[in-house]
């Protein structure tokens, strides 16, 4: 019992140095694959760590924790950089803005996709919920209109100069089309995959998004949330999707 008491110190040095190295191997692996939704959960972590690294006396682990820590405000400023200017923007603007119907926006939706699976008219619609999207979103023509399936329909007949990117709908606005989204970098995928379904794939790695995507080759409907896909959604099936997807979560 003695020997143990003696050497209770030494056994805490040990511990300290090795959670220390786990900790940093554990950190550069997630820093080489973490997608900017999952930052929020690591900054969590740390400060886990650093109030159980405090109590139990871990003061190596404990110097690391609060290395990271204070580091962890600059690395949120720069991802979230354009979310923070639009908050701001928000604060200063009138918060009267008109509810969305979105319902109604739903049943424009699913009429437009309806038609155009029938015709077998590639289409690629990206739903915006609690992340901004615009970061991730590349070219893109400005159009800020109603969602109606005429307009929508329209974007995606294969003469249209914009009918190869994709549709952007934020606040129930139709605000971009023509956009090129990133293609999931994920391996696993099957390469029979199109442009289409690995844009929509990538999108929905990175940020909550709802993504439409219409097969050209098919005309099959697929939706892609959080990387995952449910796909040959007949129109019922996608509307009583999208509604539980959307109007729940719907960017404020």
């Not at 080759?217 to 009583?240: C, I, R, Y």
Request: net charge positive; charged share 20%; proline share 2%.
């Amino acid at each position: 019992m003695t020997f143990f008491l003696q050497n209770i110190g030494v056994l805490q040095d040990l511990l300290d140095l090795s959670l220390t190295a786990l900790i940093l191997v554990r950190l550069s692996r997630l820093m080489k694959t973490v997608l900017a939704l999952r930052i929020l959960t690591a900054l969590s972590a740390l400060v886990v760590g650093h109030l159980l690294a405090r109590l139990l006396s871990l003061h190596t682990v404990r110097l690391l924790f609060d290395t990271f820590l204070v580091s962890s405000v600059v690395v949120l400023a720069v991802i979230f950089q354009t979310d923070i200017r639009r908050a701001f923007a928000a604060l200063i603007r009138s918060r009267a803005v008109k509810d969305v119907e979105m319902s109604d926006l739903i049943d424009e939706l699913v009429f437009a996709v309806s038609g155009l699976a029938q015709k077998r008219i590639g289409a690629l619609i990206v739903i915006e919920r609690s992340i901004q999207v615009d970061s991730y979103l590349a070219v893109g023509t400005e159009i800020d209109a109603k969602v109606t399936s005429e307009l929508i329909s329209s974007i995606f007949l294969p003469y249209s100069p914009i009918h190869d990117g994709a549709v952007i709908i934020q606040r129930g606005k139709l605000t971009r089309a023509g956009c090129f989204l990133p293609l999931t970098q994920n391996l696993e995928v099957s390469k029979s995959l199109g442009t289409r379904h690995r844009a929509a794939m990538g999108l929905s790695e990175l940020v909550d998004a709802v993504v439409i995507v219409v097969s050209e080759e098919t005309g099959t409907v697929s939706v892609f949330v959080g990387g995952k896909k449910t796909t040959n959604l007949d129109p019922p099936a996608l509307g009583k999707l999208l509604r539980r997807l959307v109007e729940q979560r719907w960017l404020k």
